[in-house]
């Protein structure tokens, strides 16, 4: 019965090759667990909220697609021409029910499954994991349009060799597991590689951290080709201390900040324009408020990828740069990841 919180992963830099692992690409969507009572469906995230009213379309695939009692792992992706988009998916977490229809029609979503938890009145969770996968292929039935079965080897060469290819598909990295271990629930014993990069971005603003006396993220900024400023994400994970200390340290750049600051005008910004404060990806109704700062400093940030022209997750800091000049961050440095057919990966 549900809520059953998924298996967490660690992050590694390199592909592990420690013999009795099996990989498998890192899907970029929602991870949800997916619970099946005969003709009832239930899809729960990782964080135990339900996700069924946002993906009508897949409570009916999978009426097909699964035996009639079961429990499965796996990755809600949209899939597009040009790979997975998770900008479209995070539309589809609307409350109005007559968009999430419309939705789910214009960009229907696909179902990735990795994991078999529990089949008929059996509980798979202390089965290895080469038996649950087993399991996992007899009974999906993975030739229905929008229902994937996650490649798998047992040959580091082939993730290495996904990691690096498939990246321009829209996939984070390559996942490792034990093939002999048990399921264990909200524990970190897989192994993620996920791509990293550094960037230098300016500083334009902050937003507060939840206890409102400290800083919770830095407002980063790129320069497109039109010398245009845009807002392409946030540096977060910060410790409480250095939250404290960012406090002090850009006080100065507060000053008088929103004279001449590219974002003033936010609210009635050209849609082309990326700006913050317009909507929060994340969460619905989330509190956007930000301090603007004279975007006057550099700050090297470490993202994993770009996606719409903004980093896919949030960034962490590196360093502040004093040496560069705001002007000298532009999108040019980032790395452009060709696209990749997602019908490779699949055969």
Known sequence: M????????????EVPRTPG??????????????????????????????????????????????????VVDGEIVIVTDAGLDFEVLQLRLHPAASRVNKLAVQTPASFVAFDLLALDDRSLMDEPFGERRRLLESV????LARVHLTPLTTDPDVAQDWFTRFEGAGFDGVMAKPVDHPYEPDKRVM???????????????????????????????????????????????????RRRELVTELAPLRENALEDHPWREWAQAHAEQRVPGAYSRWAVGKDLSWVPLRPEWVAEVRYEHVQGRRFRHGSRLVRFRHDR??????????????????GLLFG
């Open 2 to 13: 549900p809520p059953v919180k998924p298996m967490l992963a660690k992050a590694v830099h």
């Open 140 to 143: 999906l039935d993975d030739k």
């Open 21 to 70: 692992l099996s990989y498998e690409p890192k899907w970029d969507g929602f991870r949800c667990v997916v619970f099946r009572d005969g003709d009832e469906i239930e899809l729960g995230s990782r964080n135990d909220r339900p996700l069924t009213r946002y993906f009508p379309e897949l409570v009916e695939l999978l009426r097909e697609a699964l035996p009639r009692r079961c």
């Open 191 to 241: 192994w993620k590689v996920k791509h990293e990069r550094t960037a230098d971005c300016v500083v334009a603003g902050f937003r507060w951290h939840k206890d409102g006396e400290s800083v919770g993220s830095l407002l980063l900024g790129l320069f497109d080709d039109r010398g245009t400023m845009h807002h392409v994400g946030v540096a977060t994970s910060f410790t409480a201390a």
């Open 325 to 342: 000049t705001p002007e000298s961050c532009t999108y040019a440095q980032l790395d452009e990841v060709a696209p990749a057919e997602l």
